[in-house]
C-alpha cells in the first residue's frame, strides 16, 4: 500500500521560505518519479515540481527559480523548497507517487498541506 504523508505547511509572510516533506511508504522513491502538485482556493489542482527517478527535475513556470525538488533516498522522503514565496503561491500542496513525465499525471496522493502566504 503506497501511503503518501505531506508536512511543512504553515502560514507565512511575502517572501519568506518554507520547506515541505513528504514521507513515503509503499514505493521506493528513487525508483520511482514523484512530484508536488497545489490547489488554490477556486482553482483546478496545478502541477508544481517532479524529480525522476533518474534525478532529474522539471518544473512549473510559475516557481522556476524559486522551488526546488529534492529526495532523500535513505529516509524514503521528498522535499519542495520554497523561497520568495508569494501571496499566489498560498494552495493546498500534495505529493504525488509514479508521476508520468511528461503528461504529469499521478497515481497516488497525499492528503495535503496548507501554505498560506500573507501579510
Known amino acids: 500500500q503506497v501511503q503518501l504523508v505531506e508536512s511543512g505547511g504553515g502560514l507565512v509572510q511575502p517572501g519568506d521560505s518554507l520547506r515541505l516533506s513528504c514521507a513515503v511508504s509503499?514505493?521506493?522513491?528513487?525508483?520511482?518519479?514523484m512530484g508536488w502538485f497545489r490547489q488554490a482556493p477556486g482553482k483546478e489542482r496545478e502541477f508544481v515540481a517532479a524529480?525522476?527517478?533518474?534525478?532529474?527535475?522539471y518544473y512549473a513556470d510559475s516557481v522556476q527559480g524559486r522551488f526546488s525538488i529534492s529526495r532523500d533516498d535513505v529516509k524514503n522522503t521528498v522535499y519542495l523548497q520554497m523561497n520568495s514565496l508569494k501571496p499566489e503561491d498560498t494552495a493546498a500542496y500534495y505529493c504525488a507517487a509514479d508521476v508520468a513525465i511528461p503528461s504529469m499525471r499521478a497515481d497516488y496522493w497525499g492528503q495535503g498541506t496548507h501554505v498560506t502566504v500573507s501579510s
Open positions: 509503499g514505493r521506493t522513491v528513487s525508483a520511482v518519479s
Open positions: 524529480i525522476k527517478w533518474n534525478g532529474r527535475t
